[in-house]
Structure formats: structure tokens, C-alpha cells
């Protein structure tokens, strides 16, 4: 029933939906942070990023990447795939019920609500994933900025 969200989500799911997403937070951020003091880095460099990338920050590394690599695509994997078919599942579901919509109106205000959400959505996945997963291959280091602020201050 995903058009009836107003019932379904409680205080209490939202609640504890936010907590869930605060500890796997810290505890993502404490898993690369004692990945990235591992490492050494040969000599002052500059990140040309408006903040500090996590990749960008292990491409500067001298040592052994390999294990810092692997835990950035596998924790890209689980916390944005995951959300990601959860998104698809949701808006498949949402599509479903809005074919049984019999107005003509209904179904447009149904999908203009959906489709602003959609291409925001899309625009957070597209970059953010683009950023992380693209981190081994050459990219230019201003695209790869601009792309950054795209999933980190132009969708919130």
C-alpha cells in the first residue's frame, strides 16, 4: 500500500528508522576512518575536492589499497544497492497502484508527485554511484568535484 504512507509510517517507525540510520552511519564512518589510518602517504598533496573524498584520499595513498578498495565497493554495494531496489520495489508498487486509478486527473497527480521525486532520486544515484564505482579508473578531478556537489548539495 505504498500510497497510504501518512497511516503507515508511525512515530515510532520513523523513530526508529532515524536511529538505524545514525548507528549505521557511525559505524560506516568508523570502519573507513580505521581503514584510512592505516595507510601512508608519501607527500603533501592537495584533494581537489571542495571536501574530502574518500577516494580521493585512498587514490593519494601510497601503501596497499587493495582491502580499502574492496570495503568502499562493498559497502557502496550494500548501503546504496540495497536502498536503491527498495526505491525500484517501492516505485514499482506505486506504479501498480496508480493503473488502478480510473480518472485521468488522479493518474497525472499521482505521477507529477512521483516523477519529482523519481528524477531527484536518479540524480543522487546516478552521481554518487558514479563517484565511488568510478574511483579506480582515470577520471578528470573536475568532473568528479562537480559530481560530488551534485549528490551533496544540489539534491538535498
Known sequence: QPLHYMVIMKTQLCALLVLLSWIVSVLYSLL????????SFCTEMAIPHFF????????????DTFLNNMV??????????????????????IVS??????????KYKAFSTCA?????V????CTGLGVYLS?????????????????TVVTP
Open 52 to 63: 574530502c573524498e574518500l577516494n580521493q584520499m585512498i587514490q593519494l595513498a601510497c601503501s
Open 72 to 93: 568502499m565497493y562493498l559497502a557502496t554495494v550494500l548501503l546504496a544497492g540495497g536502498p536503491f531496489l527498495g526505491i525500484l520495489y517501492s516505485y514499482s508498487q
Open 135 to 151: 574511483s579506480a579508473a582515470t577520471q578528470s578531478s573536475h568532473s568528479s568535484a562537480v559530481a560530488s556537489v551534485i549528490y
Open 97 to 106: 497502484s496508480i493503473h488502478r486509478i480510473s480518472s485521468a486527473q488522479g
Open 122 to 125: 536518479s540524480l543522487f544515484y
Open 116 to 120: 519529482s521525486h523519481l528524477s531527484v
Open 32 to 39: 573507513q576512518t580505521s581503514m584510512v589510518l592505516r595507510l
